[in-house]
């Protein structure tokens, strides 16, 4: 079953928010991902929207740049958690975009990571997830030892080699 839906307003989002997709599919969640637009087709969103939980969503991770309505707009028809991403934006480097998840109302609560921060939504959303589902609780933990492993690793590589040697084969 679909636990979580990755949305975007636009397919120019899609290289950050195809980041959320590969750590879900790693831990195996299902997720779909749609691109829905809050300011273009804001009653295509809202359909979504209602329905999302009786499809079994239990997360939405919304990516959005600029004006960054989407998160709000979901979290604000979506009863379950809503994760921002805010996109890196051309005119002022993705700040507009984290003012304007993060300065969310009193009461329509977005969690917000950091800009292009798509991984670290879907590690949040798995957490969540894992709160009553043993089985991701079981892989997040597989994820970290391996991040685990690839720092030391790669910390060895520094002690035995120095680090010209580790800049080069970068």
Known sequence: MVSVS???????????????????EELQIEYEMRILSAHRQTK?????LEKAKE???KVIIAG????????GICASVFPLPVIGVPMKTSDLGGL????????????VPVSTVAINGAK??????????AVSDEN??????????????????????????GYEVFLNDR
């Open 6 to 24: 990755i949305i975007m307003g636009s397919d120019s989002d899609m290289p950050v928010m195809s980041q959320a997709a590969g750590v879900l």
């Open 44 to 48: 295509e969103l809202i359909d979504y």
């Open 55 to 57: 499809k079994g969503i």
């Open 64 to 71: 959005a740049g600029k004006a960054a309505a989407l998160p």
């Open 96 to 107: 507009d975009s984290l003012y304007s998840i993060v300065q969310m109302p009193t009461g």
């Open 120 to 129: 670290n939504a879907a590690l949040l959303a798995a957490r969540i997830l």
């Open 136 to 161: 991701i609780e079981v892989n997040l933990t597989e994820y970290n030892e391996k991040m685990v492993r690839s720092v030391s690793m790669k910390d060895q590589k520094l002690q035995d080699e």
